[in-house]
T-cell receptor
Framework: AQKVTQAQTEISVVEKEDVTLDCVYE???????LFWYKQPPSGELVFLIR??????QNEISGRYSWNFQKSTSSFNFTITASQVVDSAVYFC???????????FGKGITLSVRP | NAGVTQTPKFQVLKTGQSMTLQCAQD?????MSWYRQDPGMGLRLIHY???????DQGEVPNGYNVSRSTTEDFPLRLLSAAPSQTSVYFC??????????????FGPGTRLTVT
């Protein structure tokens, strides 16, 4: 069975600090997908990124970057120069197979203080 | 496109009452699912559907029923509400393939309180 572990539960940083959110997954599948979602205080779930198991290239999108390492089964998310608007709960998730079932981690609450 | 819509946004039930949470999507997505979100638990899959007429159980299906008579709609029924079902419920949809590659689009959520 798939499992996603987000060991950090709450992180608090001061604005402009860099912060890394950790995600470790367990799977027996060779083909799978990993996702990050953001849940701001307003409550909606916002898709951030998808990565497939065959693509270990790191990705950068503005202040956001993701580091996927199959060797350590990790898919970590870094926010550079954090801003107050980054305050949210961040979920890492895993999906595989025709049923597209998403397995979520428990989420990391990030608080960015001005 | 309205995307994924859910009604109601808030609901208070008494123990033993039944109700249906509505979910609809206008993106012609094959895959639809229901999650519940509880503090410190992340999102857990209740039921899902890979197309009209096809449903299956997720991680926490007990106490809930679903049906999928159309591509657009995927209602979630609480048969006899219990306080343990107090939660925020999210409906999601996505295109479907054999790999689980698509991101899911989430509705705004329904906050349910059972007293």
């Amino acid at each position: 069975a798939q499992k996603v572990t987000q060991a950090q539960t709450e992180i608090s940083v001061v604005e402009k600090e860099d912060v890394t959110l950790d995600c470790v997954y367990e799977t027996r599948d060779t083909t799978y997908y990993l996702f990050w979602y953001k849940q701001p205080p307003s409550g909606e779930l916002v898709f951030l990124i998808r990565r497939n198991s065959f693509d270990e290239q790191n990705e950068i999108s503005g202040r956001y970057s993701w580091n996927f390492q199959k060797s350590t089964s990790s898919f970590n998310f870094t926010i550079t120069a954090s801003q107050v608007v980054d305050s949210a709960v961040y979920f890492c998730a895993h999906s595989t197979g025709a049923n597209s079932k998403l397995t979520f981690g428990k989420g990391i609450t990030l608080s960015v203080r001005p | 496109n309205a995307g994924v819509t859910q009604t109601p946004k808030f609901q208070v039930l008494k123990t033993g009452q039944s109700m249906t949470l509505q979910c609809a999507q206008d993106m012609n997505h094959e895959y639809m699912s229901w999650y519940r979100q509880d503090p410190g638990m992340g999102l857990r899959l209740i039921h899902y559907s890979v197309g009209a007429g096809i449903t299956d159980q997720g991680e926490v299906p007990n106490g809930y029923n679903v049906s999928r008579s159309t591509t657009e709609d995927f209602p979630l029924r609480l048969l006899s509400a219990a306080p343990s079902q107090t939660s925020v419920y999210f409906c999601a949809s996505s295109p479907s393939d054999r790999l689980g590659s698509y991101e899911q689009y989430f509705g705004p959520g329904t906050r349910l309180t059972v007293t």
